[in-house]
Nanobody, 124 residues
Framework: QVQLVESGGGLVQAGGSLRLSCAAS????????MGWFRQTPGKEREFVAA?????????YYAASVKGRFAISRDNAKNMVYLQMNSLKPEDTALYCC????????????????WGQGTQVTVSS
């Protein structure tokens, strides 16, 4: 069982930066691939970024955030981060982290565990 708790959201002006954190419980955290997703009311959840588990280091980004966002993890602290730079109003959403063992599934939004999310609002 893995529990995920996100933090770091808030209100920021366009062009600004935020760093989201996802704290995970469980002794096998390092074996899980982790992903960040976002959702706005009335829309489907959107994949943002994913990082592989097991020391593989594979990383994948959605085209809409590539070059602006960076995902990283600290297995010693059971943490995953999403550094968001050059934020745009269209980045406004509830950001959630997810965990799973199959990287392709994570990219498809099929995670085994989910957090509750943290709200990011970007003003123009």
């Amino acid at each position: 069982q893995v529990q995920l708790v996100e933090s770091g959201g808030g209100l920021v002006q366009a062009g600004g930066s935020l760093r989201l954190s996802c704290a995970a419980s469980g002794r096998t955290f390092s074996s899980y691939g982790m992903g960040w997703f976002r959702q706005t009311p009335g829309k489907e959840r959107e994949f943002v970024a994913a990082i592989g588990g097991g020391g593989g280091g594979i990383i994948y980004y959605a085209a809409s955030v590539k070059g602006r966002f960076a995902i990283s993890r600290d297995n010693a602290k059971n943490m995953v981060y999403l550094q968001m730079n050059s934020l745009k109003p269209e980045d406004t959403a509830l950001y959630c982290c997810g965990a799973g063992h199959v990287f392709a599934d994570i990219r498809s939004g099929k995670c085994d565990y989910w957090g509750q999310g943290t709200q990011v609002t970007v003003s123009s």
